[in-house]
């Protein structure tokens, strides 16, 4: 069965899709999850049983930000690694109270931050038959460029952070190098956290603080036993 607005309106029983708080959809068929993107105030969801393929469904239900249940057991996507799958689904949507009938923890949702899978778009969806604003990648490119940067500049300024220089953000047309691809990773990763960070409550900014806290405490074991090693290797290379 494809999932359309109107059997998304007819099951919810609501005029417009904005409206759909709750939605039961288990043991349907359905393969996309698409057509949900537009349900703003949808709350519980649920799809046990269906026939969606992919993880990278969910990316579907990312701007969902008021999503709290997601029952999806039982669906070709889960695979046979539950543990993963779990710790994947938490990633793409940490805002879920609920999985699978399971309650989510503040330490399960640190742990999907750190070792979940992350979630891509699937491919043939709108967002990637595109190109940016729908024009040609060449004549969009500067002005990509020159957004990136004000918009990066913009929001590390309002954090008390300083700006980044231009050359930090190197052109989409000069094949990058292995160093600058990393640069743009770490760059773009961090812009993300950051930005996130300003659309989050007291209870998820919590979950993001665990999170940072435990990646912190492995840095500083890392740390710790390089030091050691570098003492014993003094210590041998002395005697």
């Known amino acids: 069965m494809r999932l359309t607005r109107k ?3 007819a099951k919810a029983k609501a005029s417009d899709l904005e409206s759909v708080k709750k939605l039961n959809c288990c043991v349907n068929s359905i393969s996309s999850l698409a057509p949900l993107a537009g349900c703003l105030s949808l709350c519980e969801l649920y799809l046990r049983r269906n026939m969606i393929p992919s993880l990278s469904e969910l ?21 046979s690694d539950y543990s993963q799958y779990r710790l994947t689904v938490l990633r793409c949507l940490p805002r ?40 040609p990648e060449a004549e969009t490119e500067n002005d990509l460029l020159n957004y990136n940067m004000e918009e990066t500049n913009k929001i590390r300024e309002e954090l008390g952070m300083k700006p980044l220089s231009r050359d930090k953000f190197p052109s989409f047309s000069s094949p990058p190098t292995r160093e600058t691809k990393l640069s743009m990773i770490k760059t773009h990763t961090l812009d993300a956290v950051l ?5 989050l409550d007291e209870e998820e900014l919590r979950i993001v603080q665990t999170a940072t806290q435990n990646r912190l405490k492995t840095y500083t074991l890392d740390s710790e036993i390089q030091m050691g090693d570098g003492t014993m290797s003094s210590s041998i290379t002395d005697g």
């Open 96 to 135: 879920l109270q609920k999985l699978d009938n399971q309650v989510v923890t503040e330490d399960e949702i640190a742990l999907a931050l750190m070792e979940g899978e992350e979630v891509t778009t699937p491919p043939g969806s709108v967002q990637n038959q595109l190109s940016t604003n729908g024009l």
């Open 59 to 79: 990316s579907h239900l990312r701007p969902l930000t008021r999503l709290r249940v997601l029952w999806l057991a039982e669906n070709p996507c889960c695979g």
């Open 7 to 9: 059997l998304v309106l």
């Open 195 to 199: 930005l996130l960070l300003k659309d």
